[in-house]
Every structure is written in C-alpha cells, then in structure tokens.
C-alpha cells in the first residue's frame, strides 16, 4: 500500500487551504467590483409604474457601467418583501432596490410587524423623481371645482367619500393630509384595485389617483380634476388641472422614487452606482420618458435624498398619527 508521509502531507493540506483561501478572495474581489452583475430589486409586480422606470434606468446603467444588470420584482405587503430582502441581502455591494416613499417614509409609521428599519438597513444612494396624485371626480359630480367639495364637506361632515389604492396607500395619505389642512372630514373607502373604475361609475364621490393613472381618463373626460397634489403641473395633464398647494395653505403630497443599497453595502460600491445613476437621470431623453409616468425627473445626491428622507419622515408620521392609522 502506497503510505504518503506526514511532511509532504501537511505540505499538501498548506497548498489546499491557501488555494481555497486565494479562490475565495477572488470571488469576494469579483463580487465587491460587480463583475458578476448587479441586481436592482423592484418591491411592486411587473408593469407597475415603478417597474417601468426600473427596467428603464437598468438599461442605461448597463451601458454606464459596461456590466450586467438585472431586474426583480418582489412584490408583496405594501413593499415590505422587497425591503426586507434589501435589509438582508448577503450580497451588499451588488444588491440595489428602485422604491417609492411608502417603502421607506410611511410603512415604519404604519405596520406593527416591519421587519426591518429603512433608516437604518437602507443607504441612500439617488433620488430620481418626484410624483404625486390628483384628486378627481366623476363629470356628474355636484363638484365641479375644489371650492365646492370642501363646502360640501364642511356643510355636511362625514357624508362626501373619497377612494385610493388601499389604507396606508399615498393617495389615501394624501386623502388624510387634505382633512387635515382643510379642516372637513371625509369619508375615505379603500380598494386594492379598481378605485378609478368606481369613481367613474359614481360608486363613491372622488378619487386620489396616481398621475399616470388619471391622465387618460382626464384627457377623454371621463373624470375631471379638483386638483393636483404638488406644486408642479405633470406634462400628462391637460393645463387647466388646478395645483392644491395653491389653494389650501401648507398642503402639498409628493410621491418619490429612489434607489438604495443596503446600509452593509461597502461606501465605494454605494457611490459608483450613485454617479452612473446621476448620469442617467440627467439625460434630456431618460426625463422625456419619466414625463410620461407622471413624475418630474429631480437627480439627487446620497445625501440630498437622505435629507429629504428625515423630512418626510417626520410629515408622514405626522400624518398617520393625526388619522389613528395602524396596520399588521
């Protein structure tokens, strides 16, 4: 029997373990620098408005940074499966998620069982636009401007309803942001699909809709507006929508879409993909096409968004906390 002898042994388990060590490395190396491809989670389901802007940017980050970039969609509870799989990524330097607000602002202040903390497992890595919603309302509606709804709600409290995506959606906050600047008190009725179709149907008295939602139905005359919720117009709308910041005093309900690392990803991975992201937001074609989804391309700096977060933190929570909302 062929006996190998103890020095050659050791000899040889010394070469297997520092070539094991050394493929190790590599593979850390080549991960750290993304050469085996980045991934941008997307926390809604596929032909979302954010999926659309998602697939949008990653086509021109590939040809920013010359590498592969992929999209997935894990959608599920109000975005927090997307979250949560950023707040635990094993792969931090090549792991990013493309969000709205509610991910990080509102879903802290609104579900008991969050299962991670946006202000601390996320790191902001670039703003990229600013949304909002309209309210509106069917073409029989008595309403046919802001001005008569409020009075309508003032002179007969609890009666006028509204309808959004859900409670706790963005248009139902913004729904909550009017009762409360206004002073009135309203009806809210929540739907997870289908509140424009109802407030079409007259089934409820108005609606708050995303921008891109309610252009076609504004355009047709299907519904008309009492007013949008920021202080810009979207290119979508037809330029007789009336902005609510002008007429209610403090009120103004933005939506935001922002890409993020994980707090675990390391500072040069972060601010590699903030610059190529800088870049593509900047581009006169890439706004043209945000345009189209109703936003308002706005390039932000790590910090700038961050900024903006501690802001809407505090509007938001603010807000939930006034309207008694909680949620599992």
Same mark, same amino acid.
């Given at each position: ?67 592969? =970039? ?5 959608? /599920?509870?109000? @975005?927090?499966? $997307?979250?949560?799989?950023? !707040?635990?990524? &094993?792969? *931090? ?25 946006? =202000? ?5 890595? /670039?703003?990229? @636009?600013?949304? $909002?919603?309209?309210?509106? !309302?069917?073409? &029989?509606? *008595? ?186």
């Amino acid at each position: 029997m062929f006996t190998l002898s103890a020095r050659p042994a050791v000899r040889l388990l010394t070469l297997c373990v520092l070539g094991a060590s050394l493929a190790a490395g590599a593979a850390a190396q080549t991960d750290q620098d993304g050469r085996n491809g980045l991934r941008i989670l997307v926390p809604f389901g596929p032909g979302t408005p954010l999926d659309v802007i998602a697939r949008d940017i990653a086509q021109e980050l590939r040809g920013v940074l010359n590498q592969q =970039l992929i999209v997935e969609n894990r959608p /599920g509870a109000a @975005g927090m499966i $997307g979250g949560a799989e950023l !707040a635990r990524t &094993t792969a *931090p330097a090549t792991t990013f998620m493309l969000t709205t607000h509610n991910t990080v602002v509102i879903n802290p202040h609104l579900y008991r069982n969050i299962s991670y903390d946006p =202000l601390k497992d996320f790191a902001p890595v /670039g703003l990229v @636009g600013i949304g $909002g919603y309209v309210l509106v !309302a069917p073409p &029989t509606s *008595p309403f046919k401007n802001l001005d008569q709804y409020l009075a309508a709600a003032r002179a007969q409290p609890g009666t006028i309803s509204f309808a959004s995506l859900g409670t706790g959606s963005g248009p139902h906050l913004c729904g909550e942001m009017l009762v409360a600047h206004a002073k009135v008190k309203l009806v809210h009725v929540p739907y997870t699909t289908g509140s424009i179709t109802n407030v079409v149907g007259s089934q409820v008295d108005s609606s708050w809709e995303p921008y891109a939602t309610a252009a076609p139905f504004l355009k047709s005359g299907k519904l008309h507006a009492l007013g949008a919720s920021t202080k810009y117009r979207p290119a979508i709308f037809p330029p007789s929508v009336p902005l609510l910041p002008e007429a209610v005093p403090g009120y103004e309900c933005t939506s935001w879409v922002g890409l993020f690392a994980s707090a675990k990803a390391p500072q040069a991975s972060v601010q590699r993909m903030a610059e190529a992201l800088a870049r593509v937001v900047q581009t006169p074609a890439f706004q043209e096409r945000l345009n189209t989804n109703g936003f308002l391309a706005k390039p932000g700096s790590p910090r700038e968004l961050q900024d903006l977060i501690a802001t809407d933190y505090r509007t938001w929570g603010k807000v939930i906390q006034d309207a008694s909302l909680k949620l599992q």
